[in-house]
């Protein structure tokens, strides 16, 4: 479709896109999406027969017709309002914040992040570039890429594990094929040699021997005698074409490669969580937000709404906010809980002390933005992430827009203490920080032909205060939570024993709207 000029007789004509991309610049991504729904660009409200472009694996069965007010728009809010909007509820989100998504945040240049007892931050990444500030990475089998799918997001892979990265630990820089390749071959001339003399023959039968001494020789590489003394995994200072290559120089000892302390580094992909592969919506992970958003209704979404009372009735609630108040048949608390501790209600002295229970953690990132994709050029890196023992614990390389000429890494994605170290910097100081330890590894270049940076500290968003939080224990707390309070639910990844991720807050805001729905079913 061509685009339809708008303009006032005087001078050029502004086109739609360049009205919006303005409107963007000016007051960011919600009040262009406004602006779209003005213009007729974009969905104002919610359609009752919305049906989605594949089929998802869960619906609510049977028709609601009850008013459900959603206190918090971020992942679990929105995906409560989603499913309940299909079944035929008429829901109304409380945003405290300025935007929908919570800690689903992509920066893109022109938007403008604030920060509690801090400077804002005017991000100014080049044309097409993004900074996953929030999450970033999806493993297959979570519910969130049942969502993209039936959303009709496109994803591609993250690449969360890369043999060319590096792993840094004691002051010393290894790639983490060799790192894996030394520690592996130890391990398994360890094993193998007292398989061999026999230690293990209380344990194993001959077959049972043969087998595992078989196994070993493989999994670590070891010569004829069981020996580990170094092998090509470990990789070349000129890799094999018309020669047969340079090996890089012979391994340490055992007492060298264990005194390396690389044994986290690599096997950070083990867990369940991790294992490779993984995925993320193309351009940027709020792909998701977007969507969602278009599927619920904006103008179901109220932002700037920040909560102050919660009252459960007899035959509703009422929500008192900064705008003013709302009256509905159920809620769904999908804050924080450290936040919602802090607003008066009549819930009951057992629910403020479960709110209460679960301690809010520190997390922080910052994207550099390089005009110049040195990693992918000179380190032969594309995607992955160096594990490092210093305090901004990873380095992330992209994993997208592959030779183009500039890009962005994630120069520290850490938590708790570190992250807290950070966040009491200024963005400036920050920055400084990163590059000064980022050249601990890479060298020079890494402080070079820096374009821009973003960084942001979690502890410090005023609506959410926290990366993420922890449960001393899964207790009675926990499970107190998981059922109603009267006609108030709760949601969130914390309520999950996926914290931290998307699909906790997915699986968690399905888990409420379901309880939610069967209890409207069964009403008179």
């Known amino acids: 479709m061509g685009e339809a000029p708008v303009g006032d007789g005087k001078g050029a004509a502004l086109t739609r896109r360049g009205l919006l991309v303005g ?14 729904g003005a213009l007729g660009l974009a969905p104002s409200a919610q359609s009752k027969e919305f049906t989605a472009p594949r089929q998802g694996d869960f619906t609510l069965r049977g028709k609601g017709s009850a008013k459900v007010v959603i206190l918090g728009a971020g992942v679990a809010g929105l995906t409560a309002a989603y499913e309940l909007g299909k079944a035929g509820y008429d829901c109304t989100l409380l945003e405290a914040g300025q935007r929908a998504g919570g800690r689903n945040l992509t920066l893109r240049g022109g938007d403008r992040l604030t920060e509690l007892n801090g400077p804002a931050q005017q991000v100014t990444l080049g044309e097409g570039g993004y900074f996953n500030a929030g999450p970033a990475r999806i493993a297959p089998w979570m519910v969130t890429l049942d969502y993209c799918r039936e959303l009709g997001i496109p994803i591609e892979t993250f690449v969360n594990n890369n ?3 590096y792993v840094h630990t004691n002051g010393r820089t290894t790639r983490a094929r060799t790192a894996r390749a030394d520690m592996y071959g130890y391990v398994a001339e ?16 001959k077959d049972d021997r043969d087998g595992l001494l078989e196994f070993l020789r493989r999994f670590g590489d070891l010569g004829p005698k069981l020996d580990y003394e170094g092998s090509d995994r470990r990789g070349f200072t000129k890799f094999p ?11 340490g000892t055992l007492h060298q490669v264990l005194a390396a302390g ?6 950070n992909d083990f867990g369940y969580e991790q294992a490779t592969p993984m995925f993320q919506p193309v351009g940027g992970m709020d792909a998701i937000v977007t969507r969602l958003q278009e599927a619920v209704g904006q103008d179901r979404i109220r932002t700037g709404a920040k909560v102050t009372k919660i009252t459960t009735l007899d035959d509703g609630v009422e929500v008192v906010h900064t705008g003013g108040s709302v009256k509905a048949d159920y809620c769904v608390a999908a804050l924080p809980p450290h936040l919602l501790a802090k607003i008066p209600h009549n819930l009951g002295p057992q629910i403020s002390a479960a709110l209460a229970t679960p301690v809010p953690i520190a997390a922080g990132k910052i994207g550099l933005e ?12 594309y995607g992955g992430a160096t594990e490092t023992d210093l305090d901004i614990t990873h380095i992330w390389y992209p994993s997208h827009g592959y030779h183009s000429e500039r890009g962005l890494l994630v120069g520290y994605y850490n938590t708790e203490h570190e992250a807290e170290l950070y966040g009491a910097l200024t963005p400036e100081d920050r920055r400084r920080r990163a590059l000064t330890q980022g050249k601990k590894i890479h060298g ?4 070079q032909n820096v374009l821009s940076s973003v960084s942001i500290a979690w502890e410090r968003q005023e609506h959410i205060q926290g990366g993420w939080v922890r449960w001393p224990a899964f207790d009675s707390s926990f499970t107190l939570l998981q059922r109603p309070a009267g006609r108030v639910y709760f949601a969130g990844d914390w309520l999950t024993h996926l914290i931290a991720w998307q699909a906790g807050a997915m ?4 888990g409420a709207v379901t309880q939610l729905h069967q209890r409207v079913l069964q009403s008179p």
Do not use: H, N, Q, V
């Open 23 to 36: 409107i963007g610049a000016a007051g960011g991504a919600g009040a262009m999406y406004a602006a779209m």
């Open 190 to 205: 360890l094993l193998a040699k007292a398989t061999d003399l026999g230690a293990l023959d209380k344990t194993l039968t």
């Open 262 to 267: 690389t044994g986290r580094a690599i096997t």
């Open 163 to 165: 043999a060319a990265a």
């Open 370 to 381: 390089y005009g110049r994709r040195w990693w992918e050029l000179e380190d032969r890196i």
């Open 507 to 510: 699986e968690s805001a399905r």
């Open 444 to 447: 020079e270049k890494y402080r």
């Open 241 to 251: 074409a018309l020669d047969a290559g340079t090996p890089i120089p012979a391994p």
